[in-house]
T-cell receptor, first 114, second 111 residues
Framework: DTGVSQNPRHKITKRGQNVTFRCDPI?????LYWYRQTLGQGPEFLTY????????KSRLLSDRFSAERPKGSFSTLEIQRTEQGDSAMYLC????????????FGQGTRLTVV | EDQVTQSPEALRLQEGESSSLNCSYT??????LFWYRQDPGKGPEFLFT???AGEEKEKERLKATLTKKESFLHITAPKPEDSATYLC????????????FGKGTHLIIQP
């Protein structure tokens, strides 16, 4: 069990640029989640995948955000035309199939939009 | 809409001074309540899952309990390494699969 891996750990970008983050889940976990966390707040749910299917999107996920999980393995989260309000920690989590199972988080990608 | 409220927002204790953190929740059918620990600049680390009222779980100096409206994380004789932000989250039966988190309790244990 190597844990959930996220890359890059830090990203600084200029406003208006596009950025892409990658998440590699724990290998036997078929569910993968993206969350966003800002300073002093708990993580907020963005979207989740069961295998390669994106099953749920939060209202927080504007049309500038897109997530993919080709072949049900790693996932990418892209933000187009970044805004300063996008600055946050982006967290990925994965879990085993089943009604209620604990999710394991990666170390996150810290995005700063300048 | 699911809601999770944690209190206090911050808590400073002396080493060895036991206390409890509170997590109040409102959900449409609780499927599970989760406690996580988060260190600065890192992702949340899983601690416990509680499924039904009356359930308790323990791990080292931590004990989590659950009622129909709230959960407590009891910390017994804490050490400085227990300093972290403790997050509570719920998974509801309303069809949504993502977790709803509280804002967390920032715990500082002074030597």
């Amino acid at each position: 069990d190597t844990g959930v891996s996220q890359n890059p750990r830090h990203k600084i970008t200029k406003r208006g640029q596009n950025v892409t983050f990658r998440c590699d889940p724990i290998s036997e976990h078929n569910r993968l989640y993206w969350y966003r966390q800002t300073l002093g707040q708990g993580p907020e749910f963005l979207t989740y995948f069961q295998n390669e299917a994106q099953l749920e999107k939060s209202r927080l996920l504007s049309d500038r955000f897109s997530a993919e999980r080709p072949k049900g393995s790693f996932s990418t989260l892209e933000i187009q035309r970044t805004e300063q309000g996008d600055s946050a920690m982006y967290l990925c989590a994965s879990r085993r199939p089943g009604e209620v199972q604990e999710a394991f988080f990666g170390q996150g990608t810290r995005l700063t939009v300048v | 809409e699911d809601q999770v409220t944690q209190s206090p927002e911050a808590l400073r204790l002396q080493e060895g001074e036991s206390s409890s953190l509170n997590c109040s929740y409102t959900v449409s059918g609780l499927r599970g309540l989760f406690w996580y620990r988060q260190d600065p600049g890192k992702g949340p680390e899983f601690l416990f899952t509680l499924y039904s009222a009356g359930e308790e779980k323990e791990k080292e100096r931590l004990k989590a309990t659950l009622t129909k409206k709230e959960s407590f994380l009891h910390i017994t004789a804490p050490k400085p390494e227990d300093s972290a932000t403790y997050l509570c989250a719920v998974q509801s039966g309303g069809g949504a699969d993502g977790l709803t988190f509280g804002k967390g309790t920032h715990l500082i244990i002074q030597p």
